[in-house]
């Protein structure tokens, strides 16, 4: 699977951005897609992520602020970020969680897009 980013950039404090993800490769076989960042000198945390089922988990600082969206069928997923905050400065990765099974039982993967940019000016 490979992951590919999109939408990045500047804002300023309270501001929006949104970013894209397209998965291309063995769609069929992610079992849920995510956002996740790491801002310089700390270590790289969830944001959002989306099941197959459409279940939405998010990290306490960014609930009711950013919103995540997304056909895994597709491959694709979306995180709208609104009222943007300096401390949401950080490279965003979206992550597809993938799941093979045989009849020897399943083997988990993860596979990271390349991170885009997201600085929040104050």
């Known amino acids: 699977v490979q992951l590919v980013e999109s939408g990045g950039g500047l804002v300023q404090a309270g501001g929006s951005l949104r970013l894209s993800c397209v998965a291309s490769?063995?769609?069929?076989?992610?079992?849920?897609l995510g956002w996740f960042r790491q801002a310089p000198g700390k270590q790289r945390e969830l944001v959002a992520t989306?099941?197959?089922?459409?279940?939405?988990n998010y990290e306490a600082s960014v609930k009711g602020r950013f919103t995540i969206s997304g056909d895994l069928a597709k491959g694709t997923v979306d995180l709208q970020m609104n009222r943007l905050r300096p401390e949401d400065t950080a490279v965003y990765y979206c992550?597809?969680?993938?799941?093979?099974?045989?009849?020897?039982?399943?083997?988990?993967?993860?596979?990271w897009g390349q991170g885009t940019q997201v600085t929040v000016s104050s």
């Open positions: 490769g063995r769609v069929s076989d992610i079992d849920s």
């Open positions: 992550k597809a969680a993938v799941v093979v099974r045989t009849i020897e039982g399943r083997a988990d993967f993860d596979y």
């Open positions: 989306i099941t197959s089922a459409r279940t939405t």
